[in-house]
């Protein structure tokens, strides 16, 4: 259905044109009627109509002026003029803006008709163009991130390849002196979790989205990284001073948490002369970004120029790492998880600690782990491989990779007798992980996994110390105080959010679990809960 909009200083003209069009039968609908066209210039604002019927004799803005208003700022409608006059200047001004047809007043039916389908026609051509344009643009922007991915991540070297891409790909002034923003997102796998169904490809699209809405211009070139885990911004030094960028990134922190409650972590490149370079500065970026603290909330920026200061010292020392090193060796299982549960504690009074110290220091007990475990690090290679850890930007991530650690170690320490229903179990905590908020009972998850309950039962509590409800409600209870430390949600939301449909049963289950009501909790300084 297209909208006509009818502008006519006569009332009874309009009413006429407007009743004539409606007996038409054609695809389209009368959204408006104006009396001239300055008026007619605000509801188009409006109502965003396709077609536009005018007169050209009008009072305060006449049809002349209006057209030309019409070409320079809603060059997407279509015009029909109908006049009773066949002046020159008049006819002129059609021609001049491009109106579809001149009608002559008194207009009859036919003629109506025939310039109402011309307009219409004309509507569909440029609805169509547009939509090829946008399939255009989308491929190009396509090509661009391929490239851009390939030339960070060292597969295309050779200077003329790059030259003669970046051409074809119109990213000529992207050879010009340029910086390079990375970003990444704390709670990513959570809000991909809970607000997109666990698909990841999603989060980034909607946070690309957002970053191109504050951006407002096409000059940087916007592009995601290999993994899909962060976002890479191209900006040319001439016209993003650190000031600018620094704002920039304020805007899109503010946007990505009212949309995505989510915060964001940047690292700057130093400046650098062509687009050749862009592995060196990638690889600087992403060194920035790693700078800046783990436990922190809200944006979180650090430049080349002005680096945010880190920590030097260690957070295990090598008789920590022996201590491990023993425990895992010896099968102590106790002793693993205690000393794991201790680093994890260890980190969360260092406030000053950064996302590099903790991949540092993780990649050490992972290293200690698949020393002494021969065979866990095929056996869990998710955990081993570095992308895990690489996505790990604040304490709540890092306490959910220790804890699967320490799962994997015990279930690697089981015997082989019980080592299939133990893998078993450590995929069922990695469903309730995901699914922990949804109405869920050991029954439910022995005939989704197809286990007896009672076995379930017992082997659930063999690998995790925890019986199944325990694991649950530790699980739900955790996140509860997440989001009461860092959203302002209202607790019957937090309530909806962890699983609990009753607020005063999650009131009494968070009292029993931290000794706090929901409202005390949220209320207590940080550093005495």
């Known amino acids: 259905m297209y909208k006509v909009m009818v502008v006519d200083d006569e009332t009874w003209g309009r009413k006429s044109i407007s009743k004539m069009i409606n007996e038409l039968a054609l695809d389209v609908e009368i959204i408006a009627e104006a009396k001239h066209g300055q008026e007619a210039l ?5 109502n965003k109509p396709h ?7 009008m009072p305060v803005m006449n049809g002349e002026k209006f057209l030309e208003n019409l070409y320079k700022l809603h060059g997407d409608i279509r015009v029909i003029v109908i006049s009773g006059y066949s002046q020159f200047e008049y006819l002129k001004a059609a021609l001049t803006y491009q109106a579809c047809e001149y009608v002559l007043k008194p207009i009859s039916i036919p003629e109506l008709r025939s310039a109402m389908t011309k307009a219409i026609d004309a509507c569909r051509d440029y609805m169509s163009l ?6 255009a643009k989308d491929i190009l922007k396509l090509k661009r991130e391929e490239f851009l991915q390939n030339l960070a991540g060292k597969r295309i070297t050779n200077l003329s390849d790059i030259h003669n891409q970046a051409e074809e790909l119109q990213l000529e002034h992207a050879e010009k002196p340029f910086r390079l923003a990375v970003c990444m997102f704390r709670q990513f796998n959570e809000v991909s979790k809970t607000k997109f169904h666990g698909n990841a490809d999603l989060f980034m699209f909607s946070a690309e989205n957002i970053l191109n809405e504050v951006m407002m211009d096409e000059s940087p070139f916007v592009y995601k990284s290999d993994d899909r885990m962060s976002i890479g911004i191209i900006l040319p030094a001439s016209s993003y001073s650190l000031d600018r960028i620094e704002r920039l990134a304020t805007d899109f922190q503010d946007a990505v948490k009212r949309t995505l409650s989510t915060d964001v972590v940047f690292g700057i ?6 687009l050749d370079g862009l592995p060196e500065v990638y690889a600087a970026a992403n060194d920035e970004l790693h700078r800046n603290k783990l436990d922190d909330s809200g944006l979180s920026f650090s430049s080349a120029e002005y680096p945010v200061p880190g920590s030097s010292a260690g957070i295990l020392t090598s008789f920590d790492l022996k201590a491990l090193s023993h425990a895992i060796g010896s099968g102590n299982e106790k002793d693993s998880r205690k000393l794991l549960t201790d680093f994890v504690n260890r980190i969360s ?3 000053a600690t950064t996302i590099r110290d903790v991949h540092r220091e993780l990649a050490k007990v992972t290293e200690t782990a698949s020393t002494e475990a021969r065979g866990l690090a095929s056996a869990f290679p998710a955990l081993f491989d570095g992308g895990q850890i690489a996505g790990i930007l604040d304490f709540h991530q890092l306490r959910e990779f220790v804890d699967q650690l320490a799962i994997a ?4 320490g089981l015997n082989s007798e019980i080592s299939d229903s133990a893998h078993s179990v450590l995929q069922i905590v990695s469903f309730l992980d995901a699914h922990y908020f949804e109405d869920i009972s050991l029954i439910d998850i022995a005939t989704r996994f197809h286990m007896d309950p009672s076995y379930l039962s017992k082997q659930f509590k063999s690998v995790t110390d925890e019986n199944f409800i325990e694991y649950v409600t530790r699980k739900r209870m955790e996140k509860a105080c997440e989001l009461l430390r860092s959203s302002d949600r209202k607790i019957n939301e937090i309530s909806e959010l962890v699983g609990y449909e009753n607020q005063r049963y999650f009131s009494q289950v968070f009292k029993k679990f931290t000794g706090q009501t929901p409202s005390e909790y949220r209320e207590c300084p940080k550093e005495s809960r």
């Open 409 to 412: 170690i015990s279930t690697h």
């Open 42 to 46: 605000e509801l188009i604002r409006m």
């Open 269 to 274: 490149s130093p400046v650098i002369a062509r």
């Open 51 to 57: 077609i536009v019927v005018t007169d050209m004799n």
């Open 349 to 351: 009074k260092r406030p």
């Open 130 to 135: 547009q939509q090829q344009k946008k399939i």
